[in-house]
């Protein structure tokens, strides 16, 4: 059974950075293409950000391009999303997912969530 656990959450800034991390573990990680999704309260689940299983392909939402980068190490089972000058209305529940379907916003496996607060 594939498992997610994402890290990194936390309460920031505007203007500040910071890294969410993912590991994969219970499936071989490079069977899947990776995502970031993210809710707010209220809000339907958004997508952020996605990887290609070998890492040649990136795609990213409107709200975060130029600002977001994912990144993936097939080596250690782990996918990144290195966040840039952050927003308050980047304030979500960040998950990250295998096999994401980017239309509709649904994916194979979830993680449980990691927090991101962004103070104004």
């Known amino acids: 059974q594939v498992h997610l656990v994402e890290s990194g959450g936390g309460l920031v800034r505007a203007g500040d950075s910071l890294r969410l991390s993912c590991i994969l573990s219970g499936g071989t990680f490079d069977d899947y293409g990776m995502g970031w999704f993210r809710q707010a309260p209220g809000k339907e689940r958004e997508f952020v950000a996605a990887i290609s299983w070998n890492g040649e392909n990136t795609f990213y939402g409107d709200s975060v391009e130029g600002r977001f980068t994912i990144s993936r190490d097939n080596a250690k089972n782990t996918v990144a999303l290195q966040m840039y000058d952050l927003k308050s209305e980047d304030t979500a529940v960040y998950y990250c997912?295998?096999?994401?379907?980017?239309?509709?916003?649904?994916?194979?496996?979830w993680g449980q969530g990691t927090q991101v607060t962004v103070s104004s």
């Open positions: 997912a295998a096999n994401p379907i980017l239309a509709t916003r649904q994916a194979d496996y």
